[in-house]
T-cell receptor, first 112, second 113 residues
Framework: QQPVQSPQAVILREGEDAVINCSSSKALYSVHWYRQKHGEAPVFLMILLKGGEQMRHEKISASFNEKKQQSSLYLTASQLSYSGTYFCGTGPRTNSGYALNFGKGTSLLVTP | DTGVSQNPRHKITKRGQNVTFRCDPISEHNRLYWYRQTLGQGPEFLTYFQNEAQLEKSRLLSDRFSAERPKGSFSTLEIQRTEQGDSAMYLC???????????FGDGTRLSIL
């Protein structure tokens, strides 16, 4: 089941904050966050594990609410380099591996 | 750490032809994943290896798709009798054991004429 991301797109001015949400209808064991720039590979940002702590990568942090089966990515004081498409990948753990179900992505544009 | 390497970067072929892509994972990573990504979508899981064993395949993966990882090192993904709907970016990722970050290669973009 593909997780649902919101919003689909957001435009920010440099220095503004944004929140991207990722919700699943299935129980989650983990949530992976990636950023992808046009024509490039997705780049790993952080993992949130069930029962784990809120994570942080530079000025980007994320939370994981197990009861609500959702995760949120917080971008603080956005920089131009934050522009790209953000994907959450959710891991209801399979029997043998950690294949991720990715959402459709949230397109973020940071303007000067 | 040289990263995940994929070849070729681009492949253009006629409908009905067979194509093969290669992925070289990060050397110490024993897990290797193949995903497919189309425009405006997130990566879609295709199949996964732990060492040389193919442990999971997506139900979306038709019989025309086959993947191998001989000796647990590089992997190949072959698509037989390509169709228009196969046009996509094919991404390879690798990781260590457990619920660890998956590091993606730059992908192979397949275009079917």
């Amino acid at each position: 089941q593909q997780p649902v991301q919101s919003p689909q797109a957001v435009i920010l001015r440099e220095g503004e904050d944004a929140v991207i949400n990722c919700s699943s209808s299935k129980a989650l064991y983990s949530v992976h966050w990636y950023r992808q720039k046009h024509g490039e590979a997705p780049v790993f940002l952080m993992i949130l594990l069930k029962g784990g702590e809120q994570m942080r990568h530079e000025k980007i942090s994320a939370s994981f609410n197990e009861k609500k089966q959702q995760s949120s990515l917080y971008l603080t004081a956005s920089q131009l380099s934050y522009s790209g498409t953000y994907f959450c990948g959710t891991g209801p753990r399979t029997n043998s591996g950690y294949a991720l179900n990715f959402g459709k992505g949230t397109s973020l544009l940071v303007t000067p | 750490d040289t990263g995940v390497s994929q070849n070729p970067r681009h492949k253009i072929t006629k409908r009905g032809q067979n194509v093969t892509f290669r992925c070289d994972p990060i050397s110490e990573h024993n897990r290797l994943y193949w995903y497919r990504q189309t425009l405006g979508q997130g990566p879609e899981f295709l199949t996964y290896f732990q060492n040389e064993a193919q442990l999971e395949k997506s139900r979306l993966l038709s019989d025309r798709f086959s993947a191998e990882r001989p000796k647990g090192s590089f992997s190949t993904l072959e698509i037989q009798r390509t169709e228009q709907g196969d046009s996509a970016m094919y991404l390879c990722a690798s990781s260590t054991q457990g619920d660890q970050p998956q590091h993606f290669g730059d992908g192979t973009r397949l275009s079917i004429l």
